[in-house]
């Protein structure tokens, strides 16, 4: 299957269901894993693939978790921080994707609710993310 018809089976499925998703962890079990696993091609039942609530230290700020870490040979490629279906994607909620890019080997960071995708990365400048998304 391609990726477009990838995205549209996802697209068809939360028109489906989105009336039952209340909660963030429920947009990311219908929507951001499948989202993963069959867009993006990773395993999300495997940890040497994708670590949910990847821990990465920054500063003084200790514990916090990023929603999703992608690896490749043990070197995280991609984090993803997840939203509630519906909730408008800001700034604001992209800040703890700009804190970790430049502390881990991640090229690409995805601020998502479900719905909408946007996608980071360091165009402007080596190993800092971009303040827009691609």
């Known amino acids: ?71 490749k040979n043990d070197e995280v490629q991609i984090l993803i921080e997840c939203k509630k279906l519906g909730e408008t994607l800001n700034v604001n909620h992209a800040s703890q994707l700009f804190r970790y890019f430049h502390v881990t080997t991640a090229r690409i960071s995805i601020l998502t609710n479900g719905r909408h995708y946007k996608f980071f990365t360091d165009l402007d400048a080596v190993n800092k993310i971009d303040e827009k998304p691609f």
Request: charged letters at 25%.
């Open 1 to 71: 299957m391609e990726i477009v018809e990838k995205l549209n089976a996802l697209s068809t499925k939360l028109q489906s269901i989105q009336a039952t998703i209340q909660t963030e962890e429920a947009t990311k079990n219908a929507l951001v894993m499948p989202f993963i696993q069959s867009v993006l091609g990773y395993d999300v039942f495997d940890p040497h693939e994708v670590v949910p609530e990847f821990t990465c230290d920054v500063g003084t700020k200790k514990g916090e978790k990023i929603d999703y870490a992608i690896l």
